[in-house]
């Protein structure tokens, strides 16, 4: 279908790409006789057609991302992103679907242009989101306890997201990437080959230095353990932190995608007209 999005595709639209000679099959309609009567042969116009571009969102509600020292947790922030980046799509005249990361099972909605398309979205990233506690605290479901066996992953998504996509979709991914290593950099940029990428990671003031020293007690609130952190601990965190952000930078500098990080401590809102503004 037609749209308001520029498109790689050459045809019939408002907007002048190039001048070349005429083949057959061309539309006559397009003929440039001022260029064609200078080189002494036939020239046609070519313009750049626009056509709609379909929005997908890979949101990552994973247990890693129930964490949270400022504001609000990873995972909340993450759905709000999600969603402000549905309904304006919706609004752009979009059609829009999405996936959902679970620890152990994802949902896929396929991209639709309507109110409920985008409402089922929101309601199965609810559902992921409210099933967290439970997988912390260790009470998981019969079905959960069956697909214990697959363990989901960054890698595993883009790899999937790649096959149910169509070329030109604008693809956003929201998540924390603790995971993200060399096969999901081979994958991110495969993806990036028929896709427009954008990468919002999703981060904690808490995540980026360790605040303190010493004999320290840390809970997940149903088990409690003490943990030496020692200067040397420490920089060996910072330090493997860093490479883990360098490898993601990287990855997103290849793949040719709009890489942003949004704390825990920002709105969803202000963040993504942060983003979007420029």
Not at 39 to 60: M, N
Not at 153 to 159: C, G, H, M, P
Not at 256 to 264: F, I, P, W
Request: aromatic share 6%; net charge positive.
């Amino acid at each position: 279908m037609l749209g308001n999005v520029r498109s790689r595709f050459r045809g019939r639209g408002m907007e002048f790409e190039e001048v070349r000679r005429y083949q057959a099959g061309d539309d006559i309609r397009t003929i440039d006789w001022k260029v064609s009567a200078r080189a002494g042969d036939t020239y046609t116009k070519l313009f750049c057609e626009e056509r709609e571009r379909p929005c997908h969102i890979i949101v990552d509600q994973r247990s890693s991302l129930f964490f949270g020292s400022k504001v609000q947790f990873k995972s909340v922030l993450a759905a709000e992103l999600a969603t402000g980046i549905a309904w304006a799509a919706l609004a752009g005249g979009d059609r829009v679907g999405g996936q959902v990361i679970g620890d152990h099972s994802d949902s896929d909605c396929r991209a639709r242009r309507s109110k409920q398309a985008v409402l089922k979205f929101i309601h199965e990233l609810d559902e992921f989101n409210n099933k967290l506690p439970s997988v912390i605290n260790g009470s998981v479901d019969a079905q959960a306890e069956q697909s214990a066996s697959k363990i989901s992953s960054i890698a595993n998504t883009l790899r999937e997201c790649q096959r149910i996509t169509r070329p030109g979709t604008a693809i956003f991914v929201i998540s924390d990437f603790y995971d993200f290593d060399v096969l999901a950099a081979k994958a991110l940029v495969e993806l990036s080959k028929h896709a427009d990428l954008t990468l919002l990671q999703v981060v904690d003031p808490l995540e980026e230095q360790l605040p303190m020293r010493g004999n320290i007690a840390i809970s997940d609130g149903s088990e409690s353990r003490r943990v030496a952190l020692s200067n040397r601990l420490t920089q060996r965190y910072i330090d493997a932190r860093q490479q883990h952000i360098e490898l993601l930078k990287n990855a997103a500098t290849q793949a040719r995608a709009l890489y942003t990080k949004v704390e825990t401590s920002q709105s969803a809102r202000h963040a993504l007209n942060n983003i979007f503004s420029r």
